[in-house]
């Protein structure tokens, strides 16, 4: 199993990025697949997460009704678009994935959840 997480970079307060996680090893179908995130001197912090029937989304406060997380099965491909970025969202953004284990709606909210975990790409958001 293999994530490969992209679409990070430097961006204005104010601007939004769109990161993909793009799967190999794995149907998205089977697997809830989060994002985190750890800033510069800080812990992992779990964001949000998708599960297998992408009928259940889970967003951490700090980034909810400004981010949306989604999934193109046809790519095995999860998006986590987020606007009105703030310096605060600085941090290295990570996707891990877990089985469902027979219940598609299953989606932890926490980093101890996942079992597959991909590097990371960095998000810099600096005026």
């Known amino acids: 199993v293999q994530l490969q997480a992209s679409g990070g970079g430097l961006v204005q307060p104010g601007g939004s990025l769109r990161l993909s996680c793009t799967a190999s090893?794995?149907?998205?179908?089977?697997?809830?697949i989060a994002w985190l995130r750890q800033a510069p001197g800080k812990g992992r912090e779990w964001v949000s997460c998708?599960?297998?029937?992408?009928?259940?989304?889970y967003y951490e406060n700090s980034v909810k009704g400004r981010s949306t997380i989604s999934s193109d099965n046809a790519k095995n491909t999860v998006f986590l678009q987020v606007n009105s970025l703030k310096p605060e969202d600085t941090a290295v953004y990570y996707c891990?994935?877990?089985?469902?284990?027979?219940?598609?709606?299953?989606?932890?909210?926490?980093?101890?959840?996942?079992?597959?975990w991909g590097q990371g790409t960095l998000v810099t958001v600096s005026s």
């Open positions: 891990a994935a877990t089985r469902h284990y027979g219940s598609p709606r299953y989606c932890p909210m926490s980093s101890t959840g996942y079992t597959y």
């Open positions: 090893g794995l149907t998205l179908d089977s697997y809830a």
């Open positions: 998708i599960s297998s029937d992408t009928s259940v989304t």
